[in-house]
C-alpha cells in the first residue's frame, strides 16, 4: 500500500523559534497533501490542503503566517511553525492523496511538538 | 455541509464479544465514507471504505460496515472483538467536491476487557 512518513516523529523545541515538519509519499505522487492538529483525546482538525506547486488553502482559524505550508513537489510538503509558543504543542498529522474528491487519504505517523 | 457524529465516545466491550461503532452523517449527495483506526501516537490507518456499488463493505481485521442510506449510517461491526482491536476509531466523510477533503467524526475509543 501507499506510504506516507513524517519527520521527525517528536520534536521539543523553545518559546519564540521555528520548526520544520516534512511529509513525504515515499511510492506515489501525491497531487493533494493535507495538514492535521489533533489535540489529546481529539479528533483530527483539519487545518490546510496543498496542491503541488500552488498556495496552500487554509481552514478558517488558521493562521497563514503563523503554519507556512509549502508543497513544492509531488511527493514532499512541508509544515513549519513559526514562532512557536506552549499552545502550539500538539500532535501534526500529514495525509497525501493521489485524487481529488473521493480519493483516499493516506496518513503519516504523525510529529509530536512540545514546545517550552 | 457535511458532518459525522459518532455516538458514544468511548466503547467497552469482552474479549470475543460483537463490536459496534456507530456512525451517522450528513450529506446532501452521497458520500464517500471511511472508517480510520488510530493506536496512540500514531497516524491514521484506513479500515475500510464505500464509495459506490454494495452497501455491505468488508475491511481489514475482520471489521465491516454497511451504508445504509434511509438511515444515514455507516456502523463498524465485528462479530468478535481481540485485544489488538483496542484503539481509536473515526468515521469520516469526503466532501463531495474537488478539495478531496475528509470531515472526521469525534472519534470512539474502543476498549476490550480480557
Known amino acids: 500500500g501507499a506510504v506516507v512518513s513524517q519527520h521527525p516523529s517528536r520534536v521539543i523545541c523553545k518559546s519564540g523559534t521555528s520548526v520544520k515538519i516534512e511529509c513525504r509519499s515515499l511510492d506515489f505522487q501525491a497531487t493533494t497533501m493535507f495538514w492535521y492538529r489533533q489535540f489529546p483525546k481529539q479528533s483530527l482538525m483539519l487545518m490546510a490542503t496543498?496542491?503541488?506547486?500552488?498556495?496552500?488553502?487554509?481552514e478558517q482559524g488558521v493562521e497563514k503566517d503563523k503554519f507556512l505550508i509549502n508543497h513544492a513537489s509531488l511527493t514532499l510538503s512541508t509544515l513549519t511553525v513559526t514562532s512557536a509558543h506552549p499552545e502550539d504543542s500538539s500532535f501534526y498529522i500529514c495525509?497525501?492523496?493521489?485524487?481529488?474528491?473521493?480519493?483516499?487519504?493516506?496518513f503519516g505517523p504523525g510529529t509530536r511538538l512540545t514546545v517550552t | 455541509a457535511q458532518s459525522v457524529t459518532q455516538l458514544g465516545s468511548h466503547v467497552s466491550v469482552s474479549e470475543g464479544a460483537l463490536v459496534l461503532l456507530r456512525c451517522n452523517y450528513s450529506?446532501?449527495?452521497?458520500?464517500?465514507l471511511f472508517w480510520y483506526v488510530q493506536y496512540p501516537n500514531q497516524g491514521l490507518q484506513l479500515l475500510l471504505k464505500y464509495t459506490t456499488g454494495a452497501t455491505l463493505v468488508k475491511g481489514i481485521n475482520g471489521f465491516e460496515a454497511e451504508f445504509k442510506k434511509s438511515e444515514t449510517s455507516f456502523h463498524l461491526t465485528k462479530p468478535s472483538a481481540h485485544m489488538s482491536d483496542a484503539a481509536e476509531y473515526f468515521c469520516a466523510v469526503s466532501e463531495v467536491s474537488n478539495t478531496g477533503k475528509l470531515i472526521f467524526g469525534q472519534g470512539t475509543t474502543l476498549q476490550v476487557k480480557p
Open positions: 495525509s497525501a492523496s493521489a485524487r481529488l474528491a473521493g480519493g483516499e487519504q493516506y
Open positions: 496543498s496542491n503541488e506547486g500552488s498556495k496552500a488553502t487554509y
Open positions: 450529506s446532501s449527495v452521497p458520500p464517500y
